[in-house]
């Protein structure tokens, strides 16, 4: 209390309040109850309500893996069809889920009609399945046996199916079960054991093609393709001295660009002996 009769500051708010009803002083003030240090007390906010997870659609089906065909016949003459691998190939693809078709309807099917010992050039629709599989077009690529697929020996078709693998499609033949990368670990086993085979068949036609040319030197054979600047010696000589082109001297004598130029270094460096 002051000296005055008056309730001091430090006093707590209802005491003060209290103080100045009971001796009068001042405007009456109503008495409040809670002391100015009461802690706050924050409404908690009503729970959100919980929205249910939507159920699956009764009708809704998994999509299936996108698939792709590969038919090989050797003849153009028509005495072998691939009729006969696709019959069953798509009887294959049908029993195990796989979608064939096209957004368009057309079923993803590559035909040739040339031999396996082809590469990528000369056989269209063996090209035609990589420049999809970059595309992404299907997942699967299916074939009848690996010898269908390719017989350019087992380095290139190892080659082959590592580029289908790193463009992130799967390869299935039909006769062959085990020549499957549906699942990931046999894929990089599958893989590692084509790609050794492979290897070790490299070695082995080293080995043949080096002893080949060690019998042939010690016969006295002359090895390599015949040179054809003797041939070609007295019309590049004329050529050059009338100040033709390289390419026109590539077109007039039927050369490649690149020997036209190592024969005319030769015919120089012997003018300058």
């Excluded at 396996?116 to 077009?137: I, T």
């Excluded at 084509?194 to 070695?203: G, I, P, Q, R, T």
């Amino acid at each position: 209390m002051s000296g005055k009769g008056y309730p001091s500051r430090s006093a707590p708010r209802a005491v003060r309040a209290g103080s100045l009803a009971a001796t009068g002083g001042g405007k009456k003030r109503p008495v409040v109850d809670t002391p100015r240090t009461a802690p706050y007390i924050k409404a908690a906010a009503p729970p959100l309500p919980l929205v249910p997870a939507a159920a699956p659609s009764p009708t809704s089906t998994p999509s299936k893996k996108r698939a792709a065909l590969y038919l090989r016949v050797s003849k153009r003459d028509g005495d072998q069809t691939e009729e006969n691998q696709r019959r069953q190939l798509r009887r294959f693809l049908d029993r195990e889920g796989y979608d064939l078709a096209r957004p368009d309807g057309t079923p993803r099917e590559f035909v040739d009609r040339e031999s396996g010992r082809k590469g990528r050039r000369e056989r269209s629709a063996f090209a035609a399945v990589f420049e999809a599989a970059e595309r992404r077009e299907f997942d699967t690529l299916v074939f009848w046996s690996l010898d269908r697929f390719s017989r350019e020996g087992i380095r290139k078709t190892v080659a082959y199916l590592q580029q289908l693998e790193a463009l992130g499609v799967r390869f299935r033949s039909y006769t062959e079960p085990y020549l499957s990368t549906e699942n990931e670990l046999v894929s990089h086993v599958l893989l590692g054991v084509l790609s050794y085979f492979a290897e070790y068949e490299a070695k082995k036609i080293s080995r043949r093609t080096v002893a080949g040319l060690e019998r042939a030197r010690a016969e006295g054979k002359v090895l390599g393709r015949p040179s054809t600047f003797e041939a070609h010696r007295a019309a590049l000589e004329e050529m050059l001295d009338g100040g033709v082109a390289k390419a026109e001297m590539a077109r007039r004598t039927g050369l490649a660009y690149n020997t036209v130029k190592a024969h005319l270094r030769r015919i120089e460096a012997e003018k300058a002996v």
